[in-house]
């Protein structure tokens, strides 16, 4: 029921980070990987790693946010690799700035990377699923779809609006046996998050604010990740699953 063998998975932003992990974990639930990112170099390293347990997978050098580029990717993967039945929606980017410091190159920057990147590869990743009538897409949402702090106003915007597309596009494409969901991690440690969990306040706060008292291993997040891409999910449609300690239980 969670085997992935003979599936195809895109996933965005998985040089490093969350998506790497991703990629790996759904690797070894039997998929091959499209990794994507912006900088070959990268890609390479985190394709060997991939290889070193066994997995397959294939590289895809484009932005998220460059429209001509995602539409002739996607084509070139479907035609040259094959069909892509798993598509993670996990390319995100934090520019942390109070209000008046927020300048609009970066709030357009944070919504563009995490939201608009996940219309266009769904839409594009799209035609093919409604064709075949079958399909996953998961977009990775954040507990910050749900709330806020101080200096993430633009991330929390984006990935609120993330958790509505979730939903909005599950009511377009449930119809075709496409299932779409999220998952809304709560705090990793990752490249991401480094300057939070290095800074000693912080990391006391978050482990106070969460009630596991713990901050997250990206690892922990794959069981929701293989679930979501796998026959498991068919009837699940529209559903953030968050994976955060209890964060979001907690006041
Ligand atoms: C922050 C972080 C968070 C996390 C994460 C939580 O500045 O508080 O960047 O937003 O990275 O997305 O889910």
């Not at 040089?15 to 974990?25: D, E, H, N």
């Not at 929606?89 to 995490?114: C, F, I, Q, T, Y």
């Not at 594009?124 to 079958?134: D, F, H, L, N, P």
Request: glycine residues 12%; charged residues 25%; contains cysteine.
């Amino acid at each position: 029921m969670f085997d992935l063998k003979g599936k195809l998975a895109l996933i965005t932003g998985s040089s490093r980070g969350l998506g790497y992990t991703f990629a790996m974990g759904l690797g070894e639930a039997g998929a091959a990987i499209v990794l994507n990112g912006r900088d070959i170099e990268a890609l390479e390293a985190a394709a060997q790693g991939l290889e070193k347990k066994g997995i397959r997978s294939y590289k895809a050098v484009f932005d998220v946010n460059d429209e001509e580029s995602v539409v002739a990717e996607v084509k070139r993967i479907e035609k040259d690799v094959g069909p892509i039945d798993i598509l993670i929606n996990n390319a995100g980017l934090n520019l942390r700035h109070s209000l008046p410091d927020m300048p609009l190159e970066d709030w357009k920057k944070v919504l563009d990377v995490n939201l608009t990147g996940a219309f266009l590869l769904s839409r594009e990743v799209s035609r093919g699923m409604i064709a075949r009538k079958q399909g996953k897409i998961i977009n990775i949402c954040s507990m910050m779809s749900e709330l806020g702090r101080p200096t993430t106003l633009a991330y929390s915007a984006a990935k609120g609006g993330l958790k509505m597309f979730t939903k909005a596009l599950t009511v377009e494409l449930a119809k075709y046996n496409i299932q779409v969901n999220g998952i809304g991690p709560g705090y990793f440690k990752t490249i991401m998050t480094k300057p939070l969990y290095t800074d000693r306040e912080f990391d006391e706060w978050i482990c106070g604010r969460t009630p596991a008292g713990r901050w997250g291993d990206p690892e922990e997040l794959v069981g929701a990740a293989v679930f979501l891409s796998s026959d498991a999910s068919n009837f699940v449609n529209g559903q953030i699953i968050y994976v955060d300690g209890g964060i979001l239980a907690a006041l």
